[in-house]
C-alpha cells in the first residue's frame, strides 16, 4: 500500500524539526558553558588584580617600615656614639638589618657566582615546534636547581627573583616580574660557584633539556656578579599611594 504524500511530507518535515531542535538546543548549551566559563575567568582575574592590589600595599609598608627603622637607627647610633657598649649593640642590631633587606630581596647584592644563558633549540624538523622553545616551567626549574644548590640572589635578565617574583610564559616572551624579555634568558646567581656549576650542570633537568629538546643552556662560574634588588617601584606604580596614614 502506498503512503500518502502528505503523510510522507509531514514526516520529513517532522524528522527535520526534530533535528534543528537538538542542534539549537546543543548550541544554546554550548555557548551557556562558553558563557559560564569566561565569567568564572572574569571572576578570577578579579580576585587575582585583589590580591597583586594587596600585595602591593604590603610590600610598600614593610620597604617604608624598613627605611624609618633605618633612620631612627641611624639617630640613636648618633646619639649613643660615645658610649662603646652601645655603639658595639648598634653595629650588630644594623649588621642585621642589612640582612633582613638582603634576604628580602630589596638591595643590590655582589659577589661570585654563576651566569647562566638559557636560548632556544636550533631549528631543526619536529613534530611540534613548541619542543624546541625555552618555556617558563624550564626556567622555574634551574631557579630551583639554583636554589637547591645554594644561591643567595638570584636575577632573570636583571629582574631579581624574589619569593612573589612571577616567571610565566606570555607569546613569543617570557614575562618576569611583570616584564616582558625574549630569549636568550641571562640568570646570574649568586654563591659558592663550584658548587653552583657542579651541581647544576650535573642536574637531571638540565640533562634532559639539552640532551633530549636540544635546549643551549651555558653555564660560567663568575669572580664579579651583580644581581639588582628588587624594584618595587616600577611594579606596583599605584603602590605610592597606599599605605598612607590609616
Known sequence: MKLDRKLVFFLALLVL???????FKST????????TVIEVSRQYREQLELERAKNAELLKKVVESQELLDVRMRELAETLAADSEYQEYMDELMKEIEKTRLLAGLTDVRGRG????????PYAEVKNIEELLVHDSDLIRILNELKKAGAQAISINEERI?????????????RVN???YPRPFVVKAIGDPDRLYRELSESAVVSVLVSIYGIRIDIRKSDDILVPGYRWEEKYPLASGLGGES
Not at 114 to 121: G, K, L, Q
Request: aromatic content about 0%.
Open 114 to 121: 654563576v651566569i647562566v644563558t638559557i636560548d632556544d633549540a
Open 178 to 180: 611583570k616584564n616582558r
Open 17 to 23: 524539526g526534530l533535528m534543528l531542535s537538538a542542534q
Open 28 to 35: 544554546i548549551n554550548a555557548r551557556k558553558k562558553s558563557s
Open 162 to 174: 624574589i619569593n612573589t617574583s612571577e616567571v610565566i610564559c606570555a607569546g613569543p616572551n617570557v
